[in-house]
Nanobody, 124 residues
Framework: QVQLVESGGGLVQAGDSLRVSCAAS????????MGWFRQAPGKEREFVAA????????YYVDSVKGRFTISSDNAKNTLYLQMNSLKPEDTAVYYC?????????????????WGQGTQVTVSS
């Protein structure tokens, strides 16, 4: 089992920056990929970014490329998402997730473990 706890969400203005974190515990040695997803009100949850737990590779959805950076500190078992130039359309609950299986493309679902989410609200 892997436990995930997000933190760092909040209310910011458009153009601001914010960093959300995800602390992982439990069987973190089994983690292959860590990812960030988000879900806006009335919308389905969508993929945002992923990183191999080794930190070698990253992948982003087109809408956040150049603005968001995913990173990890394996010594602290912590995942980060640095969000710059935030837009109102980035408003959502942000979830971190851990993938232990090696099926399919490395950043693709399924992700087996999920955090409870942290709210990010961007005002215009």
């Amino acid at each position: 089992q892997v436990q995930l706890v997000e933190s760092g969400g909040g209310l910011v203005q458009a153009g601001d920056s914010l960093r959300v974190s995800c602390a992982a515990s439990g069987r973190t040695s089994s983690v292959y990929v860590m990812g960030w997803f988000r879900q806006a009100p009335g919308k389905e949850r969508e993929f945002v970014a992923a990183i191999r737990w080794s930190g070698i590779s990253t992948y982003y959805v087109d809408s956040v490329k150049g603005r968001f950076t995913i990173s990890s500190d394996n010594a602290k078992n912590t995942l980060y998402l640095q969000m710059n130039s935030l837009k109102p359309e980035d408003t959502a609950v942000y979830y971190c997730a851990a993938k232990v299986s090696r099926r399919g493309v490395w950043y693709s679902p399924p992700y087996e473990y999920w955090g409870q989410g942290t709210q990010v609200t961007v005002s215009s």
